[in-house]
């Protein structure tokens, strides 16, 4: 059974940083194309960072403040976020898929979602 798991979520005031992580169990990391996208209330789901070997994309709104990475040896993803700002307020996803890309839909597996709140 394949689980994606995001930790490391919380409440920072703006211009902190957060590291969260995604670790994965039933299945490799370092074969798929891993994802983070993030909701906001009332707001539609929206792509922040994905990678995929060396090839890496960011949602121009986190572009500059934004890593992702991985650990293969740990089966766990992460993402680096520094300069916070009240708008990156959302719930924060992990998803693995074959093709690395921007949208959801080529994404098969998603964890649960870890909450970052960022005070003014």
């Known amino acids: 059974q394949v689980q994606l798991v995001e930790s490391g979520g919380g409440l920072v005031q703006a211009g902190g940083s957060l590291r969260l992580s995604c670790a994965a169990s039933?299945?490799?990391?370092?074969?798929?194309?891993m994802g983070w996208f993030r909701q906001a209330p009332g707001k539609e789901r929206e792509f922040v960072a994905a990678?995929?070997?060396?090839?890496?994309y960011y949602a121009d709104s986190v572009k500059g403040r934004c890593t992702i990475s991985r650990d293969n040896a740990k089966n766990t993803v992460f993402l680096q976020m520094n300069s916070l700002k009240p708008e990156d307020t959302a719930v924060y996803y992990c998803?693995?898929?074959?093709?690395?890309?921007?949208?959801?839909?080529?994404?098969?597996?998603w964890g649960q979602g870890t909450q970052v709140t960022v005070s003014s």
């Open positions: 039933g299945l490799t990391l370092s074969r798929y194309a």
């Open positions: 998803a693995a898929g074959s093709l690395l890309a921007t949208w959801q839909q080529e994404y098969d597996y």
């Open positions: 990678r995929s070997g060396g090839s890496v």
